[in-house]
């Protein structure tokens, strides 16, 4: 234990005060009294810093308050766990029963704040934390690599592009490192990315864009739902006849927040481009435009990549999607790129039945149909993305990674049609 003499000192600094580089701490406080209580101990301590709106990473100590049903926390708190491991969660609460303390415990929790707080107790609990970290990496720090985002585009509505991330999405938490995935519907013009998925979801975008204040890890958790194969998935909320739109400051704010605790977050677009969507792509890692070889999508994809360059998007950012092709497309995918000025970098093969039955079952592709074509074709696109796949490559070199279908001449295109 520390001596009881100790009293918390006020951080030197900057001219804010607070060095940038400590250990962030981040509070999920219902009750007034105890946020503004620990607002101050912390601000008053030195070695940590409290989080502010314009931090977008994850916190090294997140403080969680009791709920009324104690199971709402203790699973927080587990999935919490699972996604930013470095992340320590303090338990306050005015509740001693022994059973609580203890399944808290079992959930992660590493310290327990008895309620009327005491500020030796909470400084004492802090030095602890600092001491246990001291040869940590904190994900607080910027030492995390950020999450990959890929964003899905349609070059025109109806091309399949809700069925092509959720269906990427699975590839990829299929993956052999099970990655974390989390699944985002952007689109406010008619998004139905949850009935793909058969999810009948609570929350969704809506529940952050009425309050954007509080926004933080533990109400981010709160508002996601979680599949049977474990991806989460952030509804829009929004749709055709909805009142109100989503800000770009909201969907940039939250699209922040995600990064920094999934390995991918992958992004249902739509295919309307306005200033929300815009300032979606503008995070993203990799935008996919997707198209299929019908003469009106081929023209309305061809205004958007014109957009997207027009507006200064990167060209190695733009990547090209084929949907529904057929091998015997092989000419009409040539006339396309020349009319598009971009070379497909993916095909997925027309599988109509075996997409259909996946839509109507609410599963994905891989489950439904996992020796299909189109099946595999998604795994081969998901096993593509490490580090030389988010660089630009050459023809030749796409070639001999891209296959979808085998036994086919790859060198008219660097899709591997």
């Known amino acids: 234990m520390k001596d009881k003499s100790w009293k918390p000192k006020r951080v030197g600094g900057d001219s804010s005060g607070i060095p940038s580089d400590m250990p962030v701490i981040e509070l999920s406080i219902r009750s007034a009294e105890c946020q503004a209580t620990l ?53 306050t609460a005015s ?37 246990r970290g001291a040869t940590q990496v904190r994900p607080g720090d ?21 069925s092509i991330a959720v269906n990427l999405a699975a590839a990829i938490k299929k993956g052999p490192n099970n990655p974390s995935v989390v699944l985002v519907d952007v689109n406010q013009h008619g998004g139905d990315l949850p009935l793909y998925l058969d999810l009948q979801p609570t929350h969704s975008f809506r529940d952050i864009a009425t309050d954007l204040s509080r926004l933080d890890q533990a109400f981010l958790i709160r508002v996601l739902t979680k599949t049977e194969l474990g991806i989460q998935v952030l509804p829009s909320g929004y749709d055709d006849l909805s009142t109100g ?7 940039e704010a939250t699209l922040r927040l995600l990064q920094a605790s999934f390995d991918y977050v992958i992004l249902d677009c739509g295919h309307v481009l306005d200033l929300t969507t815009k300032k979606a792509l503008e995070l993203a890692t990799i935008i996919f435009v997707t198209s299929t070889l019908m003469v009106p999508v081929v023209h309305r994809t061809k205004r958007i990549l014109e957009l997207l360059r027009g507006s200064g998007f990167p060209a190695e950012k733009i990547r090209l999607v084929m949907n529904r092709f057929s091998p015997s497309e092989q000419d009409v995918l040539q006339e396309t790129e020349e009319i598009l000025k971009q070379k497909a970098f993916w095909l997925f093969p ?39 796949a988010m660089k630009p490559a050459s023809k030749g070199s796409l070639a001999g990674w891209l296959n979808p279908f085998k036994g086919r001449n790859v060198q008219s295109s660097p899709s591997g049609a």
């Open 142 to 162: 910027g030492q995390r690599t950020p999450g990959k985002v890929l964003a899905f585009f349609g070059g025109k509505g109806g091309v399949g592009t809700t």
């Open 245 to 251: 739109r989503l800000s770009p400051d909201c969907v």
């Open 39 to 91: 607002e101050g101990i912390i601000r008053e301590t030195d070695g940590v810093r409290l989080k502010e709106s314009q931090d977008y990473g994850v916190p090294a100590l997140v403080i969680i308050e009791l709920e009324e049903n104690p199971e709402d926390t203790f699973t927080l708190i587990r999935e919490m766990g699972k996604l930013n491991k470095g992340t320590e969660i303090f338990l």
């Open 95 to 131: 509740r001693l029963e022994s059973h609580i303390l203890l399944e808290a415990m079992r959930a992660g929790a590493k310290e327990f704040l008895a309620q009327p707080l005491q500020k030796q107790e909470v400084g004492d609990a802090i030095l602890r934390f600092l001491d």
């Open 350 to 388: 027309n599988d109509y039945p075996s997409a259909s039955q996946a839509v109507n079952s609410g599963k994905p592709l891989i489950d439904v149909a996992p020796r299909s074509a189109v099946a595999k074709s998604y795994r081969d696109l998901a096993g593509s993305f490490d580090e030389q």
